[in-house]
């Protein structure tokens, strides 16, 4: 799966960016490779954290895991 990122230079010269096709996902870098490393992060961290809740939500119920692939 390959993401899109929305990438702005502000007025202070940082590179600020977005993920667009998770909003949530935000970072700023001093250079666009940097930003770009920094939204990478955030996207595993937001994955990760919405892992956790939702296996919060579910933990000690009979679920059935199974994995999907986007190609």
Same mark, same amino acid.
Do not use: C, H
């Given at each position: 799966?390959?993401?899109?990122?929305?990438?702005?230079?502000? +007025? @202070?010269?940082?590179?600020?960016?977005?993920?667009?096709?998770?909003?949530?996902?935000?970072?700023?870098?001093?250079?666009?490779? $940097?930003?770009? @490393?920094?939204?990478?992060?955030?996207?595993?961290?937001?994955?990760?954290?919405?892992? $956790?809740?939702?296996?919060? $939500?579910?933990?000690?119920?009979?679920?059935?895991? +199974? $994995?999907?692939?986007?190609?």
């Amino acid at each position: 799966m390959k993401f899109t990122a929305i990438i702005e230079q502000g +007025e @202070d010269g940082w590179f600020v960016g977005q993920v667009e096709e998770l909003p949530a996902a935000i970072s700023q870098g001093k250079t666009i490779e $940097e930003l770009k @490393d920094n939204l990478l992060d955030a996207i595993k961290l937001l994955l990760d954290t919405n892992r $956790e809740i939702t296996e919060k $939500e579910y933990s000690g119920k009979a679920i059935i895991r +199974e $994995e999907l692939e986007l190609i």
